[in-house]
């Protein structure tokens, strides 16, 4: 089955460390593979996404994310965190669902909190 | 830019009342989605829609329906509303074709039953 692990559900960071939030992905076939991030009360905003090619991909406000097939995961990274960057996250596959209809599986969130 | 908008912010309602949710989007996607979100538990995709007056469950559709009479538009009714319903809502909408499952998300309705 389908499925999206982000194994840490909370983790505090101080302002200009470096960042790392884990995502294991579960799919047969070829994932497409998304971040997404949602500020206190917003709804989700896309950071970055990988389809294929270049397995390191870069997002917006100075994230990426490196595409590892042997180990399943699809990690986001940061090298040095603002305290902007406090919100949740969430990791997502996207399947198929008959014909040309397709669905995201998401992660459960890690929920990013930084110290001054 | 694409823009999926959803009637409320924040609602409170009674429980055993009929509840509307709506989402609009202007992108002319064919795709539309509602999630619930609660925390710990992520996003959990109640239907979807891929067309007009088509729809199919999701993961969690018990307690819920949904209606699309127009393509921008997808209502998520709540027939009796009860309290284990309380929660986020969030609306997506994406194109049948490309960009490869990319979702656009409202800004979601925090609703509370009481």
């Known amino acids: 089955a389908q499925s999206v692990t982000q194994p840490d559900i909370h983790i505090t960071v101080s302002e200009g460390a470096s960042l790392e939030l884990r995502c294991n992905y579960s799919y047969g076939a070829t994932p497409y593979l998304f971040w997404y991030v949602q500020s206190p009360g917003q709804g989700l905003q896309l950071l970055l996404k990988?389809?294929?090619?270049?397995?390191l991909v870069q997002g917006i406000k100075g994230f990426e994310a490196e595409f590892k097939r042997s180990q399943s995961s699809f990690n986001l990274r940061k090298p040095s965190v603002h305290w902007s960057d406090a919100a949740e996250y969430f990791c997502?596959?996207?399947?198929?669902?008959?014909?040309?209809?397709?669905?995201?599986?998401f992660g459960t969130g890690t929920l990013l909190a930084v110290q001054p | 830019d694409v823009k999926v908008t959803q009637s409320s912010r924040y609602l409170v309602k009674r429980t055993g009342e009929k509840v509307f949710l709506e989402c609009v989007q202007d992108m002319d996607h064919e795709n539309m989605f509602w999630y619930r979100q609660d925390p710990g538990l992520g996003l959990r995709l109640i239907y979807f829609s891929y067309d007009v007056k088509m729809k199919e469950k999701g993961d969690i559709p018990e307690g819920y329906s949904v209606s699309r009479e127009k393509k921008e538009r997808f209502s998520l009714i709540l027939e009796s509303a009860s309290t284990n319903q309380t929660s986020m809502y969030l609306c997506a909408s994406n194109p049948l074709e490309g960009p490869y499952y990319e979702q656009y998300f409202g800004p979601g309705t925090r609703l509370t039953v009481t």
């Open positions: 990988y389809f294929s090619g270049d397995t």
């Open positions: 997502a596959v996207g399947v198929d669902y008959g014909g040309a209809t397709n669905k995201l599986i």
